[in-house]
């Protein structure tokens, strides 16, 4: 079983910063591939980054590529991601969660991941 909780999230003025963090408990979180996603209001879930187990691979969205960075500290069970020239277009309940496939493709569906965290809310104002 593995139990992730996100942190980090918060208000901040568009072209500010934030930085989340994603806890997990559980040796086998670090073996595996961790994403971000994130849900709008009225929105579908959607990708945001994710990264392999050791770090070495990363993946962006478009939308945040050149923003957000993805990473992660495996002694501390922890992956971060760092948020950069945030618009209100970011705003978002903010997740984090793992791919158990242990593929070597990075992946950006939702359906991929099994464990998921509740969510911090980021809130970007104009």
């Known amino acids: 079983q593995v139990q992730l909780v996100e942190s980090g999230g918060g208000l901040v003025q568009a072209g500010g910063s934030l930085r989340l963090s994603c806890a997990a408990s559980?040796?086998?979180?670090?073996?595996?591939?961790a994403g971000w996603f994130r849900q709008a209001p009225r929105k579908e879930r959607e990708f945001v980054a994710a990264?392999?187990?050791?770090?070495?691979?990363?993946r962006y969205a478009d939308s945040v590529k050149g923003r957000f960075t993805i990473s992660r500290d495996n002694a501390k069970n922890t992956v971060y991601l760092q948020m950069n020239s945030l618009t209100p277009e970011d705003t978002a309940v903010y997740y984090c969660a793992r791919d158990p496939s242990q593929s070597r493709v990075l992946r950006s569906t939702s359906w991929s991941y099994d464990y998921w965290g509740q969510g911090t809310q980021v809130t970007v104002s104009s």
């Open positions: 559980g040796r086998t979180f670090n073996d595996y591939t």
């Open positions: 990264i392999s187990w050791s770090g070495g691979s990363t």
